[in-house]
C-alpha cells in the first residue's frame, strides 16, 4: 500500500514538472513575441507611421497589461498627437505600476498644465523634482534638449573643417 502511494506521489510531482515546464516554455514564447511586436511598432514609429506605431502598441499593452515601457509609449505618443487625455490615462497607469517614477511625473504634470489643472500640474512637477533629486536624476531641460545637438553638429562641422586643413 505504501509503496502504491509513494508511486501515486512520484506521479503527480512528475508530472507538475512537466506542466511546471511547459508553462515556462509557454511564458518565454509570449516575452519574445512582445519583444517583436514592440521592436515592430518601434521601427514604425521611426519610420514616421506614429500613428500605427500607437495602435500597435495600445494592442501589445492590450496583451501585456502591466508592460511599464509600453504604457510609457502609449503616453508618450498619444501626447505627440496631442491626445491629452489618453496620454493622462496612460502616464497614470505607469504611476500605478512604478509609483513615483520622475520621467512620468514630469511628463504627468506637463499634461496636467496643458489640459489647464495648473493647482495639480505644480504639485506632480514639484514631486518630479523632488523624486529626481533624491535619486540624483540630473533633468534636462527641452531648451538643453534642442541646443544639444545642435552644439554636436557645431562640434561635428568644427572637427571636420579641422581634418580638412590638416589634409
Given at each position: 500500500m505504501r509503496s502504491s502511494m509513494a508511486f501515486?506521489?512520484?506521479?503527480?510531482?512528475?508530472?507538475?514538472?512537466?506542466?511546471s515546464e511547459e508553462i515556462e516554455q509557454d511564458r518565454n514564447a509570449i516575452e519574445k513575441e512582445i519583444a517583436k511586436r514592440i521592436s515592430a511598432a518601434a521601427?514604425?514609429?521611426?519610420?514616421g507611421k506614429v500613428q500605427e506605431a500607437f495602435t500597435m502598441?495600445?494592442?501589445?499593452?492590450?496583451?501585456?497589461?502591466?508592460?511599464?515601457?509600453?504604457c510609457y509609449n502609449c503616453g508618450a505618443i498619444a501626447e505627440e498627437l496631442d491626445d491629452l487625455e489618453n496620454a493622462k490615462k496612460f502616464?497614470?497607469?505607469?504611476?500605478?505600476?512604478?509609483?513615483?517614477?520622475?520621467?512620468?511625473?514630469?511628463?504627468?504634470?506637463?499634461?496636467?498644465?496643458?489640459l489647464g489643472q495648473d493647482e495639480l500640474s505644480s504639485e506632480v512637477l514639484t514631486a518630479a523634482a523632488q523624486e529626481r533629486n533624491r535619486l540624483g536624476v540630473p533633468?534636462?531641460?527641452?531648451l538643453a534638449q534642442g541646443l544639444i545637438p545642435q552644439a554636436l553638429r557645431?562640434?561635428?562641422?568644427?572637427l571636420v573643417s579641422s581634418l580638412q586643413r590638416d589634409e
Open positions: 501515486v506521489l512520484r506521479f503527480i510531482r512528475n508530472g507538475l514538472q512537466e506542466q521601427k514604425k514609429y521611426e519610420k502598441f495600445t494592442n501589445i499593452l492590450n496583451a501585456d497589461p502591466d508592460n511599464f515601457m509600453v502616464f497614470v497607469k505607469c504611476l500605478r505600476l512604478r509609483r513615483n517614477h520622475p520621467d512620468v511625473l514630469q511628463r504627468y504634470g506637463t499634461i496636467l498644465g496643458k533633468r534636462i531641460t527641452p557645431q562640434l561635428h562641422e568644427s
